[in-house]
């Protein structure tokens, strides 16, 4: 065997390493992305869970967003502050899945359900109210994809703050 026959082996091999280290790496980095993906579906869940906890563990603040969705101006500065931060919260919790969902670095499923709801809360004059004040704080990708996607799926449907209308 000479040298050249030496040296074409050794390329082949070579060559061979390099595609098997391609092949691990594509799939190491297919496996981090599945990871990662699980992560910020899981952060956004929790996220969506704090929401809930924020109505559930305060029976002032749960009175508060339902009153105060159904007839905003009944409520006291002091409530209205209150409201309007709840709904801030979740608006930006929402923009950051929407985002996230958008760039495939989370599941879709949670923002398909909380575009529902989201839907359901835009017809309520209270989140009226605070969308027209505060909807420039938010970016204008997902303005437009309330705006024109979501809040038009409202259409009549009638929206129960917490399943209760009282």
Known sequence: MN??????????????????TLIYLA?????????LRSTATQAAHDQAGNLYNILCSNSDMASIYRRGIL???ELTADELAKLNAFLSLAQFYLQNWYMQTRDQFMDDT?????????AGL????????????????????????LET???????????EPLGVRK
Do not use: C, H, M
């Open 3 to 20: 040298w050249e026959a030496i040296g074409a082996i050794g390329e082949v091999v070579g060559a061979v390493a390099v595609i098997a």
């Open 27 to 35: 799939l190491q980095i297919r496996q981090n992305t599945a990871a």
């Open 71 to 73: 007839a905003p101006d």
């Open 110 to 118: 949670l923002v398909s359900n909380w575009s529902t709801i989201t």
């Open 122 to 145: 835009s017809t309520t004059p209270g989140f009226k109210q605070f969308w027209d004040q505060r909807r420039d704080v938010y970016s204008p990708v997902f303005r437009k994809w």
């Open 149 to 159: 996607e979501v809040f038009p799926k409202a259409v009549g449907k009638t929206y």
